[in-house]
């Protein structure tokens, strides 16, 4: 006879992904697509941050139903409200709001800056997180009490007949490290930094690849050098324009960035529960 206690299957805590990104969120928006489907399973969008107030992916955070809180931490105009201050400082306020959203995993989904030992410090639960700058640029949205259902207040908010849905609540205790991954549309040592796609393609016409790729990797100091979880080659077509590459790479990018993460959260997991 089965008793009680061998029957209660113990509900998994919603995992929580907080996401940086620099520009139109549309690797953000493939994470948010798969999050609690099969593809990236018992996981949430818990917060966006983005270094850019322009940034098209705040939006698709926003409009989500419940809406993702974000904030944005521009290292231009931080330096300009905090003067004195360097890009460590930066980084430092950075790491504090990613701490402060209380994430399982983090992924850089087109965060367009370099971070420094000062954000990975923090993160790996090396350093305590710095306090708020003399002049905090706007406080992120206050965590919503993520247990009620968001209150609707405007025209993009869920009417009250669909179902308000809830973020999954934090843990009491955060653990560390907490993992960061890094979408890259390159291969593994071939373009590391900004503009790896161009130069990509200046490469092909020059005869000097015939093909580049995508990668998800773990993110250390060392730029686009961290351990590959994933690679994925992608083809350069003779005739291709950089906007036919640019396409083929985000298709490919769109795939293998909720697979990354889901291969982050399986090994967390894994750790947990053993
Ligand atoms: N410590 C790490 N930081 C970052 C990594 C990493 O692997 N380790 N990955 C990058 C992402 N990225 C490429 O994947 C990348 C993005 C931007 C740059 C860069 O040179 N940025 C300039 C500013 C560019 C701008 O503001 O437009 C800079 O930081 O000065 C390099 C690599 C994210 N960070
Ligand atoms: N070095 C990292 C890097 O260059 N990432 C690039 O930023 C874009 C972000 O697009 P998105 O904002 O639409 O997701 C991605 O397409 C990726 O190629």
Redesign the pocket.
Known sequence: MTTLHETIVPTQRVRRITVLI?GSGTNLQALLDAASTPRLPNAAITYVLS?RSNAYGLTRAKTQNPPIPTSVCA?KTFLNRNPGSTREHYDGEVARQVLQSRPDIVV?AG??????DR??EVLNGEKEAPPKPALPPPEPKSLPNQTEPIPSNDSSSPTAETEQKTLPSPPSTQHFPIPII????ALPGAF???N?IGRAFEAFQEGEVKNTGVMV?R????????EPLLVKDVEIKEGDTLEDLEARIHQVEHEIIVDGARIVLEELEKETSS
């Open positions: 620099s270094s290292l850089l965060w367009m800056h370099i971070l420094s954000f990975l890094n979408l890259h549309p590391d930094g900004a790896a990797h993110v250390v100091a060392e730029v686009d050098r961290g």
